[in-house]
C-alpha cells in the first residue's frame, strides 16, 4: 500500500512519444522527482538501446529505478515493484511529489492495484512448456483461458508461458486473477501523452537512426553476460544478428524501426483500456508541462 503523503502523478505513453522531457519539466516546476516505470530502463547499461533519459535531463531532476539492476539479472513486475513502493514511500516522507514516468503498463498497474496473488514460478512446468512453439503456447491458452488469450502481447513468449503456467498450476484461467486489478489502491491521477500516428512514426525513425549514429552497435557488442529478460529489450536481438552477419545495418535499422512501431501500437491498446487516465495531446511540448502542472494543484 502506497503510504500518506504526496500522491503520485502518472505521466505514460508510448515509447518515442516524448515522457522523458515533459517529465522533467513538470518536476522542476513542481519540485517533484522521477520514478521511471519501464520494464528496461530498469537495467544498468543498454542506455542508448532502451533510449534512457540523457545525462542533461538527469542533471535536471533526480530520477529513480533507471539504471538499477544489473544486466545479468533477471527482473519481473514483483521485483520492480518491491523496488518502486520503497522509493514512492521515501519521496512521501520527504514531502516530494513522485512522478512516475514510463510505457510498460503491467508495472504502471503494479503499483495502482497491487499484484494479484499468484502462484511462484514452477521451473519444471516452464520447462516443460518452453520446449512448445509460440504458436502452439497460444493455441493452450486459448483452450483454458480464451479471454487471455484474446489480450495478451503474443509476441512475448515469456508472459504466454506465464499466463499458461498460472492456469495449469491453479486449475483457473488467469484472467480471473487479474479481476483482483479492479479497485485502485489510491485515488489516481495522471494522463497518457498523445501524438498523432504520422509524427509518432517520425519520432521512432529519428530516434532509431540517432541510436545507430550514437554507438548503439558497440554498446550492444560490449554487453557480457545479459539475462533472458533485459535480452528481451527491443533492438537487442536485431543488433546482435547484424554483429553475427545475418542482416545488413540498414535491414537493422528497418527491423527495429518496425518492431519499435508495433511495440508503441501494443502499447497505446494498453493505456486507452486504464480510462483513470486521459489522453493528452503534446503535439505542441511548449505548453505540455504547464498544462500538466494545473492537474496537480
Known amino acids: 500500500m502506497i503510504p500518506q503523503g504526496p500522491l503520485p502523478f502518472f505521466i505514460l505513453g508510448a515509447t518515442a512519444v516524448g515522457k522523458s522531457e515533459v517529465a522533467v519539466a513538470l518536476a522542476e516546476r513542481c519540485g517533484g522527482e522521477i520514478v521511471g516505470a519501464d520494464a528496461f530502463q530498469i537495467y544498468g547499461g543498454l542506455n542508448l538501446l532502451t533510449a534512457k533519459p540523457n545525462a542533461a535531463l538527469v542533471a535536471r531532476v533526480p530520477h529513480h529505478l533507471i539504471g538499477e539492476v544489473p544486466l545479468a539479472e533477471t527482473s519481473d513486475v514483483a521485483r520492480y515493484l518491491g523496488i518502486a513502493e520503497k522509493r514512492i514511500a521515501e519521496l512521501q516522507e520527504r514531502g516530494v511529489q513522485p512522478i512516475v514516468v514510463g510505457g510498460t503498463g503491467l ?21 516443460e512448456l518452453s520446449a512448445h512453439s509460440l504458436p502452439e503456447l497460444l ?18 513468449p515469456r508472459r504466454v508461458i506465464r499466463a499458461l503456467e498460472v492456469c495449469l ?8 486473477f487479474r479481476e483482483q486489478w479492479q479497485k485502485p489502491r489510491f485515488p489516481l491521477r495522471g494522463v497518457t501523452l498523445m501524438r498523432s500516428r504520422e509524427e509518432m512514426h517520425e519520432r521512432i525513425e529519428n530516434r532509431t537512426k540517432a541510436m545507430f549514429q550514437e554507438g548503439v552497435i558497440e554498446e550492444v557488442r560490449a554487453v557480457g ?49 486504464e480510462t483513470a487516465f486521459p489522453s493528452f495531446d503534446i ?15
Open 107 to 127: 508495472y504502471v498497474r503494479a503499483i495502482t492495484h497491487g499484484l494479484a496473488r499468484l502462484p511462484p514460478a514452477d521451473p519444471q512446468l516452464r520447462g
Open 139 to 156: 493455441r493452450r491458452l486459448a483452450e483454458v483461458d480464451p479471454v487471455t488469450a484474446a489480450t495478451i502481447d503474443a509476441r512475448n
Open 169 to 176: 498450476l491453479t486449475g483457473q484461467p488467469f484472467s480471473r
Open 225 to 273: 553476460a545479459i539475462s533472458e529478460t533485459a535480452a528481451q529489450a527491443l533492438g537487442f536481438r536485431e543488433i546482435r544478428a547484424h554483429l553475427a552477419g545475418e542482416i545488413s545495418e540498414l535491414e537493422c535499422i528497418a527491423a527495429i524501426e518496425r518492431s519499435t512501431r508495433h511495440y508503441a501500437k501494443r502499447q497505446l491498446t494498453w493505456f486507452r483500456r
Open 283 to 297: 503535439s505542441d511540448a511548449r505548453d505540455a508541462a504547464l498544462n500538466l502542472e494545473t492537474l496537480l494543484v
